[in-house]
């Protein structure tokens, strides 16, 4: 997967579509996000630069309620890849 400002701003549609809000705050985040689940509200160290970012993103997506059918075509397409390397990930 590329590392670029598109292949994040992917991961985030992906993440709105499940009505989750991305925010980039500061703070002492140790695995450099935080999740507020009942209120679906992900929310990500502000100095991370580009690649942490995507990287972070595509750890936790895979751990979230995502609804797939709210998702469009492409959303779908780019959550299953993450879904797939998760699992490639998981088994190594």
Do not use: H
Request: proline share 1%; hydrophobic share 40%; net charge negative.
């Amino acid at each position: 997967m590329k590392l670029t400002q598109s292949t994040l701003d992917k991961l985030e549609d992906i993440l709105s579509e499940s009505e989750f809000v991305v925010r980039y705050e500061r703070g002492n985040f140790q695995s450099g996000w935080c999740l507020l689940e009942a209120k679906k509200i992900v929310v990500l160290n502000k100095f991370l630069n580009l690649e942490a970012r995507i990287n972070t993103l595509l750890e936790l997506i895979p751990q979230l309620d995502i609804d797939f059918d709210k998702l469009t075509q492409s959303s779908q397409k780019l959550y299953e890849e993450v879904q797939k390397l998760s699992l490639t990930e998981a088994s190594v």
